[in-house]
């Protein structure tokens, strides 16, 4: 087999590689990011992992009340900057499905490439994502509020028109904003204003049965939960164990109503020339009843949590994102799900077949570089917004990362998985490096995330072995070798390689805690990567070196080496 045939070629990926063979690879049949809808996808997701990133450093790693500046006012405006993007997002993706001849330009024979080249345009997104990060290495932050937003509002700014820019010119973007005409601008004003909007929504259209119900709802749903259940129905309280809230107007899910609604509606009459009227106008009453449904599921996660995980994690995580993240969820779904009913449609629905469209995503070497990493992330995010140890919650987080893999295993069915000793050697001196950086970093050992229990512990050290070892190098290889390097490897000339791996080494560590010992790590997964061009290398080399830490880490009972 020759390594032309191994999709991790940077040949067959966009990549500049080494001199190794010029045989056409396999797959895809298309030019990699031919098509414009293809680098927006990429990049969208892309897009998602740094907000995902951003919330979790700024909810977790450092503490920010509101309360604590001089100008609090303006700090709760620069938290709904969150459900301002949301919101801008939502009605991109309505455009672009009901108005699609504005965006012509991202089709297979529109513009061939963006003003930035895709590994540009990633690069210039990680910046912007270091700028957004930057206040966190700071310390205090509650001197003054307008260091924190310029770092939020230009890292966002740098990201999102690097992202724009490596879709296709922006030229075209703007384009889109002139034809769109007054009632494009006027979604855009309505979707910036979202947040004040609901809460005038809140103020103004509070019904007390619609709060009645959701309380006895809840009231229910915890009392199938073992635990003992608080309620005064005439205080409208309600608590589980020692954790107890109020159910006001705010809870009853009217901003959810207003918000579903208006973009239910706006679905709707964007799509009126092919959606089946009156029929389609069921899409607004489902769209209501699934937004009290999660509605009622949020508040009694929120008492759940706070009851049995953290009070604090309650109120200031996962109250403060629940909400919007339930939404956008809810929006997004509501338009898929009408997209797959056929009875709601004039003639045939439209777009290829959903069979197709799935066949076709499972053998996209982008779409398997990057979506298992958001797997990653996703799950992480989850295990540390619902459990006080997320390391012992770490077996949850093996099956998501194992479906995201095996989703795409026609891709890695492709690779030449053929083992040579040189990677496994330059895995097995990482994974010491690894270890002697921990040690001379004074990790000290802990209690074991899987102390308490019981017989369960054997299932916890087998997860995390199956995690370490054979799921993470290949996601995170995927990701910041076969892509990240990848295209980075384009740039011309010593200094373009050079940057190349300095930059992707650099993201790679921006995922770890040992940063330094990660960044070491990258440079000799980058180098073994090079060497012949095979991402199937450098993923030998990481789970060598995985497994000489994880083995380190169960011989010592340290686990804090891991």
């Known amino acids: 087999m020759t390594d032309s045939a191994d999709p991790s070629d940077p040949a067959a990926v966009g990549g500049a590689g080494p001199d190794h063979g010029q045989a056409e690879a396999p797959a895809p049949q298309a030019p990699l990011l031919a098509s414009g809808w293809r680098r927006l996808g990429l990049f969208a997701a892309l897009l998602l992992g740094e907000l995902l990133i951003v919330a979790f450093c700024y909810q977790f790693l450092v503490e920010i009340e509101c309360t604590d ?79 924190l937003a310029l770092a939020l509002a230009a890292g966002a700014a740098i990201s999102v028109a690097a992202a724009l820019a490596g879709t296709a010119p922006i030229a075209c973007w703007l ?19 979202s947040p004040e909007l609901t809460g005038l929504f809140n103020g103004t259209w509070g019904w007390p049965p619609l709060t009645a119900a959701t309380f006895e709802l809840v009231l229910r749903l915890l009392a199938l939960l073992p635990g003992r259940v608080v309620a ?38 964007l799509e009126r020339r092919r959606l089946r009227l009156p029929l389609a106008l069921v899409l607004l009453p489902v769209g209501l009843l699934a937004s009290f449904g999660l509605n009622v599921l949020r508040i009694a996660a929120l008492i759940w949590i706070g009851a049995r995980i953290s009070p604090d994690l309650a109120v200031n995580a996962f109250h403060s994102y629940a909400g919007w993240l339930l939404f956008t969820l809810l929006s997004i779904g509501m338009i898929g799900a009408a997209h797959l009913v056929p009875a709601l449609w004039r003639g045939e629905k439209p777009g290829p077949a ?52 095996v989703l795409f295993l026609p891709v890695w069915a492709r690779l030449d998985w053929r083992v040579d000793p040189l990677p496994l050697l330059a895995g097995v001196a990482v994974g010491i490096m690894w270890i002697a950086a921990g040690v001379a970093a004074g990790a000290e050992p802990a209690p074991p995330p899987f102390a308490g229990l019981g017989l369960a512990a054997a299932s916890w050290i087998v997860l995390r072995l199956v995690g ?95």
């Open 69 to 147: 500046f001089q100008t609090p006012r303006a700090c709760l405006a620069l938290r709904e900057g969150l459900g301002r993007l949301l919101a801008l997002a939502l009605l991109a993706g309505l455009a672009m499905t009901a108005r699609r001849q504005l965006f012509g330009f991202l089709g297979a024979g529109g513009i061939g490439a963006g003003d930035l080249s895709p590994g540009t345009a990633a690069a210039a997104m990680l910046a912007g994502l270091a700028i957004m990060l930057l206040p966190v290495l700071w310390g205090d932050m509650t001197a003054s509020l307008a260091p």
């Open 232 to 269: 005064a129905p005439n205080e409208m309280v309600i608590g589980f164990d020692d954790f107890l809230i109020r159910v006001g107007d705010p809870c009853s899910g009217m901003q959810g109503f207003a918000l579903i609604t208006l973009v239910m509606a706006g679905f709707i009459a």
């Open 354 to 405: 959903f069979g197709a469209k799935t066949a076709a995503f499972r053998h996209d070497p982008v779409s398997a570089m990057l979506v298992p990493l958001l797997v990653l992330l996703l799950s992480g995010l989850f295990v540390s917004t619902f459990f006080t140890n997320p390391e012992a919650a770490y077996p949850y987080r093996v099956p998501a990362m194992g479906a995201g893999l």
């Open 468 to 562: 370490t070892v054979l799921l993470v190098p290949l996601i995170e290889e995927a990701a910041f070798r076969g892509y990240l390097l990848g295209h980075l490897l384009k740039l011309p000339g010593p200094a373009g390689q050079a940057g190349a791996v300095l930059v992707s080494s650099a993201a790679f560590a921006l995922l770890h805690d040992s940063g330094a010992a990660a960044f070491v790590a990258g440079l000799a997964f980058a180098a073994v990567y090079k060497r012949r061009g095979r991402l199937t290398d450098a993923v030998w080399a990481h789970a060598a070196a995985n497994l000489v830490v994880f083995a380190a880490a169960a011989a010592s009972g340290n686990w804090a080496l891991i």
């Open 175 to 193: 384009s889109v904003l002139r034809r769109g005409g007054p009632w494009l601008w006027a979604a855009m004003g309505i979707a910036l204003l």
